[in-house]
């Protein structure tokens, strides 16, 4: 009789998690938009802060990285919006599209 809740709450247990971590397509991409963004955005911290202590190591390289990341973080931005069916800010896109090309293009 004890057999049958406990076989119960294991399997809800087992089976939770992959509902709770299960995420919309949507989600998906706005978070890959975020971690791309933020991680560009703190290459190119780190650089402005080398440079400041006199530092030039790896500087294009790591430029290069941080444009690589902007421009992949713009694509997952776009396909979240069309995901949404809504229409995204094609001039603010267009404008962050045109710095990390800016930048990519500098070295």
Do not use: H
Request: hydrophobic letters at 40%; one cysteine or more; a positive charge.
């Amino acid at each position: 009789m004890l057999v049958f809740p406990i076989f119960i709450i294991s399997v809800i247990w087992t089976i939770s998690p992959i509902i709770i971590f299960a995420e919309s397509s949507f989600d998906f991409y706005m978070n890959d938009f975020y971690t791309k963004s933020n991680e560009a955005s703190q290459i190119l911290q780190e650089i402005e802060n080398n440079l400041k202590e006199g530092s030039r190591e790896k500087v294009c390289s790591r430029q290069k990285e941080a444009a690589r990341l902007g421009l992949l973080a713009n694509k997952s931005l776009i396909k979240a919006f069309e995901i949404e069916g809504a229409k995204p800010p094609k001039r603010a896109i267009k404008a962050t599209q045109q710095k990390w090309e800016s930048i990519l293009n500098s070295c």
